[in-house]
């Protein structure tokens, strides 16, 4: 497309009172040869966006700059359509609300910065959505038990097709082996009959295939085109899928670790699966006979406990507490202890745990320090008593129940070692975290990355992410109920429910080409110029979606509907061969060639900033909105991710003399923040790296700094940059200026 | 996909998430919120556990999905004032309220400069003022200023009229009303905190230094009323020893009998700030259990040695009528003694009240004892979604509502 563009100067919101305007138009007509430029009081009003539609419209203009306020506002004032290349210059927000009116430097800074958008403008392309072949709408559920006969239901009953697949000859799963399930509705206080309504309704649903006694022997491909190889007792199946749901559950842990509570040196220390089973028969018998007339509830058994499961199986203290109501239920005169370290029944299920204690349960908080067993059987605990302060010793009691956490499926295997960005430094803090994968033979994926999902602590595949349980590391795959985290029955329910609902957007999405969260609606995604490839393997290694396959010869096979746009392949690439139509190296690198760099006797040093769009740039936009000054020596350049940044512009922004760079990004680490996962954890990587380029050049390192700063951290800024300003004072001038 | 649009009632994180979700999925989504600005109860939290990270992160992420998705609309200051229909067909009434600021406002921010009127800013809790036209606060999104009639002095003043030179205040602006057709409906109007003052013995309102969970977290915010200092209300002193008092109403027959499942975490959180300013501060922490779900452990495991943690459920609460000082009276069930400890502050974990428990909607639905929507309600196409169904936490309401957004779907979609 033949570029016109046209130069809008918002001076309405001090704009006009503080910068030369005149000066600043010139920036666009004369050295940026724009043919339109002009300027108005208040262009987010409807005369001034009329008159860029106008000109639109009339005078051909299909490259819009907007230099007026920051993007994060009046987004929808200046969307002209996606046949139109629109660029904002954030004159407001990070110039005029932050620096001295009629400043020179103030002025300069407005300057650099139309500059820098028009050399942007100038190679932005305008984006083509990529559409896939074959692409369908079927959904994919691995697993069978409560969460995958939800999800594979409730995407049925949306219009969608799925495919349900589980391991075992039936459906249900730990339904199957339930007495009753917990209440589930007000008032919480009785056990309900298990829904097996649920099993027989997806059995009869026209849009659900299921498979039971199936296997995933692998799933190649991308969202809205996986091919899933189905092995049913010896037979193999192919469908062709469009997202996948990961619902295989937990287990229980083992109670053989659980020797020290009698587990298997007492026949009457039972788990809690036993006590389900012995309670579907009637009445609660021993092996050896005799009925139970006292019982014994060991919460904990695992969980909570660093040598074992550290973290809380969430749900068995409801669990306990409606095994303990069976017991109450067939004999009012049965005495139920539950031993515990805290009662957990958040919400409602306070009321399962008052009607409990009510019908007479007697809770002991306090460790158990031993079970023994006396001739007849029976068992004796002995407890370090929390509230009375004493070791107790129980009565006699005829059976013990073990509470025994949750185990995701995703827990089991051997652990695959994934190669991670090879690191030359020692430091090994430097060295990105390590994305762990266990071959648990569940999805088999034909991914270079690994068979199965990334897990985070305890081999849980969840998201990181408070706001965004959802997120995955495997673009369509979402994983749901226990297999994610421990929970409940509602719970599992909810979040089967939940993630049918990524799943079809993330069909839709792709689809129509778009990116998935965080990016949906970005139509971009990464072009490899291939024949300068060299083979090196970081695209496929560094990206933390796993979106890139290889070939035999190490060339890199993208996946554009596992794409999720971040970047962090074009930065890791060392030949820069990875573009987006509207975001590349050569982009970024005109815009810095863009800055104009005063002589070194002029004494105004430049600072460049690469800025995360997601946090960092926002929090630079609130420290003009809270009227905070700072260094007028900035230049900021925002990028999609810190993880896209390619050390070629340290680079380029070196030998242009610049005199330092600075990178603002998401907090990384154990709790990271970046929204691409690793993507600011593998800037900070590559910024080990360049301080050997540094060195070879004669410069120092510490010109180039990196700062996690988060959204709120607003108020830090101009600490920040004034340290590294002093910083750089002291280091003197970048050498290369006038080069 | 053609379908028909859904509404969704309330713009805090259930109702956000939820309209995003569905609207992503391709849905038209209607978004109504009391509030002049989106994020509810979650813009006014300083950080998230177990995390620590700012909410304010992954609003900022959802409104970027909601600027570039003209898919949803979004109606500020407005309330639903009457359904009708049934699941596929609903006829739903809006009141938008006039905020007196019409869209041309650019949040310069020249109106509030010469204002001559103050009010009370219950976005802090009270804590501080803004004027008559003001912006709810700094990453309000729509980023707009509104006016608060009650206190505006009008046409006679005109001065913000006068400042504003892109004629966006309309001091006679009228309440609007309009007619809405959706196939499905998603109520997600959150939750409140529950009125500390009816637990008389713990001495909220009347002792200065006894405050709620909500509004620690706006004490400890950088963009809250003492720009972040944890300081006593009474005198502005530091906080030198704290005591946070669980189950200030939940857990309890007289006050709410269900727990409000998200206390414990948020005390061992806030107890984290008070230590982040003040190491040295003592802090104490009075609970029944500590409930700390899944892998939340990890939190409690890692700050247990941060704070002194007592059994025992807070008896009273008394004040120094000169010191302001507290002294809280509990039976320590560990050891069975009886404690009196002097605090210079004391934080009630205050339980969640469900929006629904007061407001209820202008449609038949179902409630259990509590107020919450019940699960087995029987009116379909209509759904809650996030703390109107029960007690949740932030990444649970997220959870649900994204659920909820599915649920709405499959209404219509259904024929």
């Keep these: ?739 | 996909m053609a379908h028909k649009s859904i509404l969704v009632v309330g713009g805090g994180v259930s109702g956000i998430t939820a309209a995003i979700e569905a609207s992503e999925a391709g849905s038209e989504v209607y978004l109504v919120e009391q509030k002049s600005y989106l994020g509810g109860k979650v813009a006014q939290i300083y950080q998230y556990f177990p995390k620590l990270c700012p909410p304010n992160c992954g609003l900022e992420i959802n409104f970027k999905r909601i600027k570039q998705n003209p898919k949803i609309s979004i109606f500020t200051l407005a309330e639903v004032e009457t359904i009708e229909g049934k699941e596929g067909d609903f006829t739903v009434t809006v009141k938008s309220n006039a905020s007196r600021v019409n869209q041309n406002c650019t949040a310069c921010g020249k109106c509030a400069e010469v204002c001559p009127v103050e009010r009370s800013n219950e976005f802090n809790y009270g804590l501080d003022n803004t004027k008559a036209i003001y912006k709810a606060h700094e990453f309000a999104f729509p980023m707009k200023y509104s006016i608060d009639d009650k206190v505006c002095l009008g046409a006679e003043c005109g001065k913000c009229v006068e400042a504003c030179k892109y004629d966006a205040i309309e001091l006679d602006m009228a309440t609007k009303s309009l007619k809405l057709n959706v196939g499905a409906i998603i109520w997600a109007t959150g939750w409140d905190a529950y009125d500390a003052s009816k637990v008389a013995y713990y001495g909220y309102s009347q002792h200065q230094n006894v405050i709620t969970n909500v509004i620690m977290e706006r004490l400890a915010a950088p963009n809250g009323p003492t720009r972040g200092k944890i300081v006593r209300p009474s005198d502005g002193k530091a906080v030198e020893s704290i005591a946070f008092v669980q189950c200030a109403g939940s857990r309890d027959e007289n006050h709410l009998a269900y727990c409000s499942g998200v206390c414990c975490m948020a005390s061992l959180k806030q107890a984290t700030y008070v230590k982040e300013q003040n190491p040295d501060a003592k802090v104490y922490m009075f609970y029944i259990d500590v409930r700390a779900m899944g892998k939340h452990e990890d939190f409690y495991t890692k700050v247990q040695n941060e704070l002194t943690l007592i059994k025992g459920k807070v008896g009273e609460i008394t004040e120094d009528p000169i010191t302001k000082d507290l002294t809280v009276l509990v039976e320590n069930q560990v050891t069975g003694e009886i404690m009196k400890d002097k605090f210079d502050m004391v934080v009630l974990a205050t339980g969640m009240v469900p929006a629904t428990a007061g407001l209820k909607l202008p449609v038949e639905l179902s409630y259990d004892e509590d107020g919450f929507i019940a699960t087995d309600s029987k009116q379909p196409g209509i759904y809650g979604a996030g703390c109107v169904k029960k007690p949740m936490d932030v990444a649970s309401s997220v959870k649900d509502a994204t659920a909820a957004a599915l649920k709405a779907i499959q209404s219509t979609v259904r024929r």
């Excluded at chain 1, 303990?324 to 031993?339: G, K, R, S």
């Excluded at chain 1, 796993?546 to 070939?551: A, C, L, R, T, Y």
């Design chain 1, 1 to 739: 497309m033949v570029k016109k563009t046209g130069v809008y100067i918002c001076t309405g919101c001090d704009i006009g009172d503080s910068l030369d305007i005149a000066a600043l138009s010139k920036v666009a007509t004369k050295e940026g040869k724009v043919p339109v430029c002009k300027s108005h009081a208040f262009f987010c009003g409807t005369e001034g966006s009329a008159l860029i539609k106008s000109d639109i419209e009339n005078e051909g203009v299909n490259t819009v700059v907007i230099a007026a306020c920051s993007p994060r506002v009046n987004y929808d004032v200046f969307d002209f359509g996606p046949s139109i290349i629109m660029e904002r210059t954030n004159l407001r927000e990070q110039i005029t609300w932050c620096h001295p009116a009629n400043d020179e430097d103030t002025q300069m800074m407005a300057e650099d910065s139309l500059r820098m958008t028009l050399a942007k403008v100038k190679q932005v392309e305008l984006t083509e959505p990529y559409q896939g072949e074959n692409m369908v709408e079927t959904i994919l559920v691995v697993g069978g038990g409560l969460t995958g006969i939800t999800a594979a239901l409730e995407g049925a009953k949306a219009g969608y097709k799925t495919v349900l697949v589980e391991k075992s000859p039936v459906l249900g799963g730990w339904m199957n082996g339930l007495f009753k399930q917990a209440p589930q509705k007000s008032p919480y206080t009785t056990p309900e009959e298990v829904d097996v309504d649920r099993i027989k309704e997806v059995e009869a649903h026209p849009d659900v295939k299921v498979y039971v006694g199936a296997e995933i022997q692998e799933i190649a491909g991308a969202p809205g085109m996986f091919d899933v190889t189905i092995n049913q007792n010896g037979t193999i199946i192919t469908e062709r899928i469009g997202s996948v749901i990961l619902a295989t559950g937990a287990v229980p842990y083992d109670p053989t670790k659980l020797d020290h509570l009698g587990y298997g040196k007492f026949d009457n220390v039972i788990t809690g699966q036993k006590m389900e089973e012995l309670a579907s028969k009637g009445k609660l018998v021993r092996p050896d006979g005799k009925e139970v007339q006292s019982i014994a509830f060991i919460q904990c058994a695992g969980s909570r406990d660093s040598e074992h499961l550290p973290y809380c199986s969430a749900t068995c203290c409801v669990e306990s507490l409606k095994q303990a109501t069976y017991l109450q239920e067939q004999n009012p005169e049965a005495t139920v202890y539950i031993f515990y370290k805290d009662i957990r029944t958040p919400g409602q299920y306070e009321r399962l745990y008052k009607q409990v204690q009510k019908d007479g349960g007697i809770f002991v908080k306090g460790d158990i320090t031993a079970i023994n067993e006396d001739d007849e059987k029976n068992l004796i605990i002995q407890a370090a008593d929390v509230l009375s302060g004493a070791v107790i010793s129980s009565e006699s009691i005829d059976m013990v129940v073990l509470a025994t956490g949750m185990v995701p499926t995703t827990a089991f295997g051997e652990n695959l070692i994934v190669e991670t960005v090879s690191c030359d430094t020692d430091k090994k803090d430097s060295e990105p975290t390590e994305a762990v994968i266990l071959k648990s033979n569940l999805l088999n994926l034909a991914y270079r990355q690994g068979p199965e999902m990334p897990t985070l602590k305890y081999g849980f595949p969840d998201s990181h992410f408070i706001c965004f349980p959802y997120e995955t590391r495997r673009t369509g795959i979402y994983a749901a109920g226990s297999v994610r985290a421990p929970m409940d029955e509602i719970s599992a329910i909810e979040d089967a429910t939940g993630a049918t609902m990524k799943a079809i957007q993330c069909i839709e999405l792709s689809a129509q080409g778009s990116a998935v969260h965080p990016r949906v609606g970005d139509m971009s995604f990464p072009d490899f110029a291939m024949q300068r490839c060299t083979q090196c393997k970081r695209c496929t290694v560094e990206c933390p979606f796993g979106s890139i396959n290889e070939d035999e010869k190490f060339n890199p096979i993208p996946n554009h509907t596992r794409c999720r746009r971040c970047g962090i392949c074009m930065g890791a690439c060392p030949e820069r061969i990875i573009s987006f139509k509207n975001y590349s190296v050569p982009m970024i690198g005109n815009m810095i060639k863009a800055i104009e760099v005063p002589e070194e006797d002029e004494e105004k040093p430049r600072i460049l900033i690469f800025a995360c769009e997601n946090d960092a740039y926002p929090a630079l936009d609130m420290t003009g909105i809270n009227r905070l000054s700072y260094n007028a020596w900035v230049r900021v350049i925002p990028v999609r991710c810190l993880g896209s940044l390619n050390i070629v512009w340290i680079a380029d922004a070196m030998s242009q003399g610049i005199d330092g760079i600075l990178l603002l990004g998401c907090k990384h680490g154990e709790d990271y923040q970046c929204h691409f996962i690793q993507g600011s954890e593998l800037a900070e990587v590559r910024l080990g790296k360049v301080a050997e380029t540094l060195g070879r050049l004669d410069l120092e390192s510490d010109r180039v700094r990196m700062e996690q700063v988060n959204i709120t951290d607003y108020d830090k800024i101009p600490a920040i940059l004034d340290s590294f300003s002093d910083r750089l004072q002291e280091l003197g001038p970048n050498p290369y200026k006038g080069f």
